[in-house]
């Protein structure tokens, strides 16, 4: 099946700092790719949608200067975290639509970055 | 503005024991996708409902959907112990896109 590998899994960095997030997909063709943060024993939220070759399109109220989307080619996209401060710490996860023999067959998740500013 | 409501957003529930979890949207829209969420793990996909009276089956778990109604239910057959997680559901933002809207969740627990 489609999947997607994200790395890092956790990481801990300085305020100040920037981390940066990959979403790879595999063995398929990921034209667009959502990325979502989690906080602890919260929903989902979408943050933005990044599409191979344009800019992102960023939900309200997220900073498109803070977190740099880059999907430069059709198996990897790239979330980095500027400026991280602790309020930034949270469960960030990519999430590529799937189709199967041409038909929308679902969305595959990666595995999630758990983001600790300190 | 698009809401996803699950309830009830806790559960605890006996091993053996059924029970329905609700997911109420407040938009059009003619599908809808179950996820299963494990503790500090992202999400495993459980079931795509593409159109009204859609109901699918994989084990213990049963989904169905009425667009009428704007409802889904996750329905849960003598419940074991490794179905404890939290559940979502998610639909689209608007008909026709491909940005979904997550559902609060709901987190399931069953006791051994």
């Known amino acids: 099946g489609a999947v997607v590998s994200q790395h890092p899994s956790w990481v801990i960095c300085k305020s100040g700092t920037s981390v940066k997030i990959e979403c790879r997909s595999l063995?398929?063709?990921?034209?667009?790719m959502f990325w979502y943060r989690q906080f602890p024993k919260q929903s989902l939220m979408l943050m933005a949608t990044s599409n191979e070759g344009s800019k992102a399109t960023y939900e309200q109220g997220v900073e498109k200067d803070k977190f740099l989307i880059n999907h430069a080619s059709l198996t990897l996209s790239t979330l980095t975290v500027t400026s991280a401060h602790p309020e930034d710490s949270s469960f960030y996860i990519c999430?590529?639509?799937?189709?199967?023999?041409?038909?929308?067959?679902?969305?595959?998740f990666g595995s999630g970055t758990r983001l600790t500013v300190v | 503005e698009l809401k996803v409501e699950q309830n009830p957003l806790f559960l605890s529930m006996q091993e053996g024991k059924n029970y329905t979890i609700y997911c109420n949207y407040s938009?059009?829209?003619?599908?809808l996708y179950w996820y299963r969420q494990d503790p500090g793990k992202s999400l495993e996909s459980l079931f795509v409902l593409l159109s009204n009276g859609a109901v699918k089956q994989e084990g213990r778990l049963m989904a169905s959907l009425d667009t009428k109604a704007r409802l889904s239910t996750l329905h849960i057959t003598a419940a074991v112990h490794d179905l404890s997680a939290t559940y979502f559901c998610?639909?689209?933002?608007?008909?026709?896109?491909?940005?979904?809207?997550f559902g609060t969740g709901t987190r399931l627990k069953v006791l051994a």
């Open positions: 938009t059009t829209s003619d599908r």
């Open positions: 999430s590529a639509r799937v189709r199967d023999r041409g038909f929308l067959s679902g969305y595959t």
């Open positions: 998610a639909v689209p933002y608007t008909s026709g896109t491909y940005k979904y809207i």
């Open positions: 063995d398929f063709q990921a034209t667009t």
